[in-house]
C-alpha cells in the first residue's frame, strides 16, 4: 500500500476509466504532466452509494512520482478534493487511537 494514494471527491460517472479520470485530475488541478506519471491500476473503493462519492485507489509505478503528487496535493486547500496516504486497517487503527492518548 506504500505506493498508492486515495483520491477524494472525484465525481462518478458511468463507463469512465478510473485511471483516465486520475491522470487527468493530476494535469488539470495539481499541474503535473500526465506523461512523468505512470500507474499500474486505479479503481474505486467500496459499492456504489448515491449519497456520496466513493474515493479512487491509485497505485503508482514510481514512488518518486507519487510522493511528487503527495506533495502537490497543498495546492487543492479550499476546494473540495483531496489526496490522502492509503494505510493498511492495523496502522489506521494504530494512528487513530494515538490521537487519545
Not at 463507463?15 to 485530475?25: A, D, G, H, I, S
Request: with cysteine; hydrophobic share 30%.
Amino acid at each position: 500500500m506504500r505506493d498508492n494514494l486515495l483520491f477524494h471527491n472525484l465525481p462518478e460517472e458511468k463507463e469512465v476509466n478510473c485511471e483516465q479520470k486520475v491522470l487527468k485530475f493530476i494535469k488539470e488541478k495539481l499541474n503535473i504532466e500526465e506523461r512523468e506519471v505512470r500507474l499500474q491500476r486505479a479503481h474505486r473503493i467500496g459499492p456504489f452509494n448515491h449519497s456520496k462519492t466513493r474515493p479512487i485507489v491509485a497505485k503508482f509505478s514510481d514512488y518518486p512520482v507519487q510522493e511528487n503528487v503527495r506533495r502537490a496535493a497543498r495546492k487543492l486547500k479550499g476546494t473540495n478534493f483531496g489526496i490522502s496516504e492509503q494505510y493498511s486497517k492495523k496502522r489506521s487503527s494504530k494512528s487513530a487511537g494515538s490521537w487519545f492518548q
